[in-house]
């Protein structure tokens, strides 16, 4: 599989140089590292677009906020610790994703932007069970922080907790992004389907591009630090079969384009996934969408078929 190298890696979902393009290669970059200048902006503009007429509106709406202090932290707050180069290479080495969310702690740039992040959501109008959860936060003990973190990046949230967990990951995804993004996409490396090459994570979902000179490729996006991966069509991003693969999708009532957004079934492993088509919709964004779409979510609830992937926002999903 190609790989990018050199420094135009971009950040996903933005209008930019495809690197294959400028390299004069053909194959499509193995990994795309995110942004976070314009990663959380662009979310909670398509967010507050989606809220537009959706069932879902006023939840959308308290999300697009969340992505604007997610905008605001990582501007803001103190740059994190960056990744230790030695320990990049000997991950590298051992098909390993450099950066180690198992064994991730709190440190005071983290802790800033924490406080920082809940400080602005303070502001924001938003449901009830979200109020409460937010004094919760704010009156919450380190040692309640800690496992609350751990759990958000072990990608196991109780559901007696699913608001608190919010604000937790919703900080965590703005540490990782400024992480990920200092990274070198060309030296990152497959390290297993269904496995995000820069923090180990899950995908959020799939997105089908429509780059010049990558057009047709597919890439998984990261749930936690927003970096998207190369990976072939027709293949459950979960276990890896390339057998047993459909497309399921629901009408309307979602907020994208029709035809935008499937969801990949496998009769392999029974799991699904939602694979996003930029052809159909340029402003797609992975996680947003992912939220808004949770009528495609409701439909396999009737089926064999049960969630693959993670998303920290979409409540109980
Ligand atoms: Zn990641
Ligand atoms: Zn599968």
Known sequence: MARSSGPFSSPPGSVFPDPSVLEGV???AFAHLPDPATLFARRAERFARLAQDH???PYLSFLAHIARAQHVAAERAPAPEPPDAEAVERARTHEMPPLDRSHFTSDPAFESLFDR???QARAIEKPEPAEAALAHMLAASEAERG???RNVLADSIPVEALAEHLYVAAALQVHFAR????LDASRLVP???GVCPACGGPPVASVVVDWPAAAGARYCACALCGTWWNFVRVRCTACGSTGGIAYQEVEGGQGSAPGAIKAETCDACHSYAKVLYLAKDPDLDPVADDVASLGLDLKQKEGPYRRATFNPFLLGY
């Open 26 to 28: 053909t194959a499509p």
């Open 55 to 57: 069932p879902l509106g």
């Open 117 to 119: 992040l809940l400080s």
């Open 147 to 149: 496992e609350m973190i």
């Open 179 to 182: 992480l990920a993004s200092v």
């Open 191 to 193: 390290v297993g389907d």
